[in-house]
Antibody, heavy 117, light 108 residues
Framework: QVQLQESGPGLVKPSQTLSLTCTVSGGSISSGSYYWSWIRQPAGKGLEWIGRIYTSGSTNYNPSLKSRVTISVDTSKNQFSLKLSSVTAADTAVYYC?????????WGQGTLVTVSS | SYVLTQPPSVSVAPGQTARITCGGNNIGSKSVHWYQQKPGQAPVLVVYDDSDRPSGIPERFSGSNSGNTATLTISRVEAGDEADYYCQVWDSSSDQGVFGGGTKLTVL
């Protein structure tokens, strides 16, 4: 069973860039036909799909975030990453990484990122 | 962009059947996935591709999808089923994943 673990700063200042990494264990990030995804959830609210990267490296992003989001993969470290630039308080949320074929089958535990000065 | 509409809440007595709907324009032409999320935990996939269950998910969880409505059905509801449930699809017109707003299932 593959496991995913998010890591990164829990506090980011407004206008700065949020950077998170998802470490995959129990399987190679470059094997199989998977989408490696990021999803977030503000406190007390619903899930928001951020974007995904395919094993081949192709990406899809939420159009509402596309201008600020970059998702990349580092196969040598079995990790994939999220960068979200020019953050505001509205970006405060629990951020999840997930592995998907179509549905998100495996999820990390989530990490809270707070945007505040 | 594509919109998925869920009722904010559904209540059901133990042992009864809960039905949670997910509305969307011609959603029957898309594959719908359902997630269960308990407080403080990550979501768990309970139904994928409209009606398939991942291994380890009880048969009490089932799904259907037709026309403009997809439905997650939970039979013989237990107290442990109390959670938020989210539907999700892939919107190929905008190449993005879309989640419904979520439904809080309360077991009376």
């Amino acid at each position: 069973q593959v496991q995913l673990q998010e890591s990164g700063p829990g506090l980011v200042k407004p206008s700065q860039t949020l950077s998170l990494t998802c470490t995959v264990s129990g399987g190679s990030i470059s094997s199989g036909s998977y989408y490696w995804s990021w999803i977030r959830q503000p406190a007390g609210k619903g899930l928001e799909w951020i974007g995904r990267i395919y094993t081949s490296g192709s990406t899809n992003y939420n159009p509402s975030l596309k201008s600020r989001v970059t998702i990349s993969v580092d196969t040598s470290k079995n990790q994939f990453s999220l960068k979200l630039s020019s953050v505001t308080a509205a970006d405060t949320a629990v951020y999840y990484c997930a592995r998907a074929i179509a549905a998100a089958e495996d999820w990390g535990q989530g990490t809270l990122v707070t945007v505040s000065s | 962009s594509y919109v998925l509409t869920q009722p904010p809440s559904v209540s059901v007595a133990p042992g009864q059947t809960a039905r949670i709907t997910c509305g969307g324009n011609n959603i029957g032409s898309k594959s719908v996935h359902w997630y269960q999320q308990k407080p403080g935990q990550a979501p768990v996939l309970v139904v994928y591709d409209d009606s398939d269950r991942p291994s380890g998910i009880p048969e009490r969880f089932s799904g259907s999808n037709s026309g403009n409505t997809a439905t997650l059905t939970i039979s013989r509801v237990e107290a442990g089923d109390e959670a938020d449930y989210y539907c999700q699809v892939w919107d190929s017109s905008s190449d993005q994943g879309v989640f419904g707003g979520g439904t809080k299932l309360t077991v009376l």
